[in-house]
């Protein structure tokens, strides 16, 4: 039977706490493991994790972040045409319809519709922008592409 005054734990699991400083005795007096003289052997917070020892840290020496961001850049959700296989043949589609069948997030952005992939039936699609092979590819198969005006607000 197992008593709980008897219980120890496993040999080895249990260290005791390094104390630097305190006596040659200890074995961590005098230079309290910090080595001889310098910079790290003092008090305070030391040196930044970049500093190279003097020469140019890395973080100055490669060349800042370039270019600039254009805060008038139209922001378009865009659709290959291959992935409007799912509707039926002949059905209008449009960015709600999209939402619903989760070809498409959101009806945030304007449509932008691009020429990958294949499509294989005749369908009406409303975009606000549609590229020379995706309109292409829909008039091939007998389908219309009717480009609309946005009504989403681009971002």
Same mark, same amino acid.
């Given at each position: 039977?197992?008593?709980?005054?008897?219980?120890?734990?496993? $040999?080895?699991?249990?260290?005791?706490?390094? %104390?630097?400083?305190?006596?040659?005795?200890?074995?961590? +007096?005098?230079? $309290?493991?910090?080595?001889?003289?310098?910079?790290?052997? %003092?008090? +305070?917070?030391?040196?930044?994790?970049? /500093?190279?020892?003097?020469?140019?840290?890395?973080? #100055? %020496?490669?060349?800042?972040?370039?270019? /600039?961001?254009?805060? /008038?850049?139209?922001?378009?959700?865009?659709?290959?045409?291959?992935?409007?296989?799912? /509707? *039926?043949?002949?059905?209008?589609?449009?960015?709600? #319809?999209?939402?619903?069948?989760?070809?498409? #997030?959101?009806?945030?952005?304007?449509?932008?519709?691009?020429?990958?992939? $294949?499509?294989?039936?005749?369908?009406?699609?409303?975009? *606000?922008?549609?590229?020379?092979?995706?309109?292409? #590819?829909?008039?091939?198969?007998?389908?219309?592409?009717?480009?609309? %005006? $946005?009504?989403?607000?681009?971002?």
């Amino acid at each position: 039977m197992v008593r709980q005054d008897s219980l120890a734990p496993a $040999s080895g699991s249990r260290k005791k706490r390094k %104390r630097v400083g305190r006596g040659l005795g200890s074995g961590h +007096g005098t230079y $309290s493991t910090r080595g001889m003289k310098g910079q790290k052997a %003092r008090s +305070g917070p030391g040196i930044h994790p970049y /500093f190279e020892g003097g020469q140019l840290p890395l973080v #100055k %020496r490669l060349p800042a972040k370039r270019g /600039f961001n254009n805060i /008038f850049r139209k922001e378009y959700c865009v659709v290959n045409v291959g992935r409007l296989n799912v /509707f *039926e043949p002949n059905s209008i589609i449009d960015r709600e #319809k999209l939402v619903s069948a989760r070809v498409i #997030k959101s009806t945030a952005k304007p449509l932008k519709l691009l020429g990958g992939g $294949s499509l294989d039936r005749a369908l009406v699609v409303r975009a *606000e922008k549609v590229s020379a092979a995706a309109r292409e #590819k829909i008039e091939a198969v007998g389908g219309r592409v009717e480009e609309v %005006r $946005s009504a989403a607000k681009a971002s």
